[in-house]
């Protein structure tokens, strides 16, 4: 099945195609992301495979389906860059990798939990340069202190299970109440009270018009002051401008995040010999005590390689005209 790879790193085409091997499709490579201006680049691909900051809106959409896209397969579990009403009014299916190592972001963000409370990063750029001074590096004990995780779903309880193996209190908040996270020692709470009691706060929830800026000014205002923000999910997850606020004033004593709400021109790409005019970026990285890393989360051997045989499996079965068991449904 002839099918556009969008987004494609050298990693995508070396793992994709393993995982092609024995299916046979014919996979085109393209390094560029999907959006209007590229999807021309489709035509003639039954299938299309994307990622996280590929643009398939409606109009996308519509050039697809002229074009004889039957199938959008998404290299993620998020499907937030897909307008899955549209695809369904024009026959497209939608499928996504819905377990892929929850284990991998999860252990993730605990890492950047440690880096920027502990502040190494800032240590090792330090030792590199023969500087063995300690201050300023001082960080806090995790043990005995109250995290507060919003979104309670696969990565959620394991990073929550993880947190409760350092000694942690663990606060909860989740529209769909786990058993499994009770079963943990945590305890579900309103948003306000976890905010409110909790050093360090957590996110693993999806982004819908529901969470679209969960962490605002409000919310960021209810904060337990000097706690710990971790974002491993989406970018507008976060209002980072808010976030910036909240650092200046000591109100946020640290942030960590893998995702930023504009993250699309930025990520997945070396623009070290250019000048980035991201502005906010630009100042989110001045902060010493921020870390942000490129969206690297879920990026452990394990990982892509379930991705990218799930993506396969699921091409495979659109071929053949079976149950899409990842099947993304029409809202």
Sequence with gaps: MKTAVFSARRYDKTLLARANQDAG???????????????????GCEAVCVFVNDSVDAQVLEVLARQGTRLVATRSTGYNQIDVAAAGKLGIEVVRVTDYSPHSVAEFAVGLLLGVNRKIARASARTRDGNFDLEGLMGFDLHGKTIGVIGTGKIGLIFAR??????????GHDPYPGRAFED???????????????DVVSLHCPL????RYIINAVNL??????????????????????????????????LAIDVYEQEANLFFQDLSSTII????????????????TGHQAFFTVEAIGQIMQTTIESISAFERGETLVN????P
Excluded: W
Excluded at 184 to 198: M, N
Excluded at 208 to 211: G, S, V
Excluded at 327 to 330: K, Y
């Design 25 to 43: 499709h014919e996979l085109r490579f393209v390094e560029d992301r999907l959006s209007l201006a590229s999807a021309n680049l489709a035509e």
């Design 277 to 292: 005019c991201d502005d906010v970026i630009q100042r989110l990285v001045s902060f010493p005590n921020v870390i942000v």
């Design 184 to 198: 943990t020692g945590g305890r579900y709470v309103t948003v306000d009270e976890l905010l409110a009691r909790s």
């Design 208 to 211: 819908t018009e529901a969470t």
């Design 327 to 330: 099947r993304v449904p029409p």
């Design 221 to 254: 205002a209810r904060l337990k002051r000097g706690s710990i923000l971790v974002n491993t999910s989406r970018g507008g997850l976060v209002d980072t401008e808010a976030a910036i606020a909240a650092l200046k004033s000591g109100q946020l004593g640290g």
């Design 162 to 171: 993880i947190m409760a193996g350092f000694g942690c209190t663990i606060l």
